[in-house]
């Protein structure tokens, strides 16, 4: 477990001086890249990639190969845990994740426990140390899970939702049951990624992909307090090196102050909010990643450019900023557009961190 | 032109004293109701029953006769507006509003021109003035149109999108030609509005549904500059009463400062964002408009009732708040808890404007 020869991604997250601002792109393993459809053929459906730690390997490094990116992350999904469960974790093309077996009975919400990340999360567990191996010194590996809340609205409305009708009538009339969902939730994501730290994590992220559907006093009471305990309970020291923790609320830029509050070291936000505000808002308390729309990468290069400037500008000098984009990678973004944005981070930021 | 027997609603948009707070539901005349779907069978497609005064007029009461609200709106579409530019709106089942014929090439774009609301539009004035008639003197009447920046997403995607890759991808690469479109847009529906209001139309409202997608930049940019020209355009007296007029960027929670600032006399919140913490952010300048989740309504009437009384505590004593969803009601609620909701609304206010 040494430190990695680029470790610019860790300092940053910790606020400590860097050369210039690290970068990685959420989703950056994905259909967007051919290397990567093509592995994913050679694999079969989305989750026997992920359970492959061999090929899960080799399409975490694809993006690194052809990128000067400052981080890998882990190839897996935020629902692995829920599958975990036993819920049934299945992909249908162009409507995302679906579980066979939804929590439908409260007999369901009441049998639910966590499950064994030694055992049957095991693949995740061998694929972590298995990328880390693969990469040897040369970038950090991160790891993450969806947030209790997020799988909740998964496990509970069965697949994506517009509205969130059956968590959120759930939310209102039952909500010692949503409650106990999030609780199993809680205690299974901690230790989810906690296993994950002990096999080589070295940053780990909690996806919140749903919490911005909620009211602001429901996001706090269902969403939030529970991230908060996930990142009360984890391990933040390993092998000598501290591990910082990224919380990402979709959504969530009216609430920064509180999601700074949690005990994280650093905030993930969406590309609706101004950087530069949020800097100023949270103060010295977090470091801040994002947040470029990924729309922005169909663009020409040399707009793509002026629009990763102008983030770097709005944050301003001084270390404490991951570039990233505001939400994964879009599967039709063209390739090279992303060697364009990564340049333009890595020299524009360079001329920043000299001020 | 009289003044309406109840017109608490005309009245909380202006800041003035009221008895209770006036309360309303986006798409209060929609598939919900029974009633509603009978009528649209009656008339054929959505735009068939847009299209026809006498009908139109039917399903804009259907609701108050329901229901003790204190407005009615104007049963038509946020998009009558590009339709009448000759795109040619259409909706399928499950897949919201389409154009025949999106904006797809340079020429069509510099042959855009405005509509005379008098000719391609004379149905929504015909519809305006009958739903006067059959008001009587009752509750004011809300004329509508969407935003500058909504409309060139349905012009330029074709329909409702994800990501919306293809108008931001001209608002990066093209931005001379979006701010073109948006140009026309913004005269139209001034104009448009205009015409509402000398046909009767009590009060106007802006729905930005998709502004909330943007960067904060590009939507101070390519949404708000474009909502702030109308309202610079808009007849603000008529018949001797001030038209108030109402503007809602669902999403837009981060940027109340900004909306407050352009000029409109209130500002619609959808759920995500504490109203008693807007109320504060936007002082004095204007009044709040919202802000249920449309899906609390899915909950128990005693819990719907709880819900309501938490939103008017957070707003407080005082006027300038007219309560709504966040969002238009779900087709899917169960009609008897807008009664309760209603109700709720009435009676808490009431206790709450004797402070």
Known sequence: MNKPKNDTFLRA???QPTEHTPVWLMRQAGRYLPEYCETRRRAGSFMDLCRNPQLATEVTLQPLARYDLDAAILFSD???VPDAMGLGLYFVEGEGPKFERPLREEWEIRNLSAPDPGVELRYVMDAVAEIRRALGNSVPLIGFSGSPFTLACYMIEGGASDDFRTIKAMLYDRPD???HVLEVNAGAVTAYLNAQIESGAQA?????TWGGALSHRAYREFSLAYMERIVDGLVREHGGARIPCIV???GGGQWLEEIAAIGCDAVGLDWTTDIGAARKRVGDKVALQGNLDPVALFA??????????AILDAYGPGS???????????????PEHVTALVNAVHEHSRKLHQI
Chains 1, 2 share one sequence.
């Open 300 to 309: 020409q290069p040399e707009k793509i450019a002026q629009e990763a400037c």
């Open 13 to 15: 997250l910790l606020r």
């Open 177 to 179: 049951l949503l409650h």
């Open 248 to 250: 990402f609320t979709k």
């Open 78 to 80: 935020i629902l692995t």
């Open 204 to 208: 780990v992220m909690i996806f919140d």
């Open 320 to 334: 404490g900023h991951v570039f990233n984009l505001g939400h994964g990678i879009s599967q039709f973004t063209p």
